[in-house]
């Protein structure tokens, strides 16, 4: 599997973070 994926679920993952936070 490449890295690029993991990448992408983590901003994904921070994104909701803030979102949940607001």
Sequence with gaps: FS???QKKE???F???NIK???
């Design 3 to 5: 890295n690029k994926n």
């Design 10 to 12: 983590k901003k994904i």
């Design 14 to 16: 921070l994104f909701l």
């Design 20 to 22: 949940d936070e607001d």
